[in-house]
């Protein structure tokens, strides 16, 4: 009985072989690296896999000789350092590891990948987690990409635009909500002594959850510090009554939501803050400028049509909004952002426009190859000025220490 494959076992194990030859190798011979690697692979998936992914991340000489593409991608005056993919290994685990600039991107479960990390290593998180998990089910998920649905909301489509799926949280069973609880409470813990003390946390969430993953997060040992507050008009409420619109045609089941909450924690600070900005260069936000403090309240348009193309993430978050926030995260613009729920990248993405070091951590091989081509795109995506930032168009790099 054939032992059953995961998903992007070959994936990986093809981008493992052309690692370790940069100078190519012929289809054949991938084939037969990746069966000595993994046991029985199909030469034909090798093969199809290699084909498909021409010219984006592999290239094809006249030799017929692949080898992994280093791309590069002019942002601005700058250059996005060669895109390329190595493999970490610790005492229990191996993982490939997508790179490009000053972000990686790890195929991992971050439960696992947390437990293997060194303490103080992270100085801050920004994430936006699947806080419903039952809508990331492998299911629930293939329903979603094949425009079914399943237990994912898909708006119709308004003066010609698509909406963008929306999960229905309000389906979620008692079950389902301590599952949530749990499921919060265990990734704090492993999240807790990778953080640098100080260390600011930021969990995107929704109005009618948040209560159970904050409570999880401060039971774990992680300090409340407040909320974000993302200004935003979202498709969530607003409706009347299923089948009876017309008889209560003045009443809405709930409040048309009009903001996201981001809950903001922090690992607790040693001594004052100011000895943990100079031990850790972390306990507090960066402000936007000398005289403007950060805030807890960020105007936030719904992710443009246009950014959703280059990143079609069914919970993506506009680059205009996540910049300011990671900007924000390092208040002396120094250390590393984590996003242990990566999806299409945006964090990173929104991390290396600004200059910051960055990992991701994203467990759905779908989106970890979503991600890989999504990311240089989003950073040389131009987006309008923000209000915070009103003397420039999108962001500044940031020069960390400065």
């Not at 984006?56 to 390329?84: C, H, M, N, Q, W």
């Amino acid at each position: 009985m054939h032992r059953r494959r995961r998903p992007g076992e070959v994936r990986d194990a093809i981008f493992a072989v052309l690692s370790a030859k940069p100078e190519g190798a012929s289809a054949s011979e991938i084939a037969s690296a990746v069966q000595t690697k993994i046991g029985n692979a199909a030469p034909s998936s090798v093969r199809s896999y290699l084909r498909l992914n021409t010219p984006d991340i592999f290239r094809r000489s006249s030799r017929g000789y692949y080898s992994l593409k280093a791309v590069k991608a002019a942002i601005g005056v700058r250059e996005i350092a060669p895109t390329s993919y190595i493999r970490e290994t610790s005492p229990e685990a191996e993982w490939l590891c997508y790179v490009i600039g000053k972000a990686k991107l790890y195929h991992a479960d971050c439960f696992d990948w947390l437990r293997q990390q060194p303490s103080n290593s992270i100085h801050a998180v920004v994430t936006d987690p699947p806080y419903g998990l039952f809508e990331y089910t492998p299911e629930q998920q293939a329903k979603l990409r094949v425009g079914r649905g399943g237990v994912w909301r898909i708006p119709p489509s308004f003066d010609g635009s698509v909406r963008s799926p929306v999960p229905r949280f309000t389906v979620l069973s008692p079950h389902d909500l301590r599952t949530l609880e749990h499921f919060f409470f265990a990734w704090a813990q492993l999240l807790l002594p990778v953080l640098v003390p100080g260390a600011n946390v930021l969990v995107a969430s929704n109005p009618l959850l948040s209560f159970i993953v904050a409570g999880a997060l401060a039971r774990a040992g992680l300090e409340r510090r407040g909320e974000l507050v993302r200004l935003v008009m979202t498709m969530r409420g607003g409706d009347r009554p299923k089948a009876a619109h017309e008889e209560f045609s003045e009443v809405s089941v709930m409040p048309r939501s009009m903001w996201e909450p981001w809950l903001l924690f922090r690992k607790p600070i040693e001594g004052r803050v100011q000895d943990n900005l100079r031990k850790w260069k972390t306990g507090g936000f960066r402000r936007p400028s000398g005289d403007k403090p950060f805030g807890d309240v960020i105007s936030s348009a719904p992710t443009h049509k246009s950014e959703r193309v280059l990143a079609p993430h069914p919970s993506l978050k506009p680059q205009q909004f996540l910049r300011v926030v990671v900007r924000g995260a390092l208040p002396l613009g120094e250390g590393v952002v984590l996003d242990p729920f990566a999806g299409a990248g945006s964090t990173l993405a929104a991390a290396e426009t600004i200059g910051y070091t960055s990992i991701g951590v994203e467990k759905d091989g779908h989106f970890f190859d979503l991600a890989q081509k999504a990311i240089p795109k989003l950073v040389a995506h131009k987006i309008g000025h923000h209000p915070l930032y009103p003397s420039s168009r999108g962001m500044k790099r940031v020069i960390p220490g400065q």
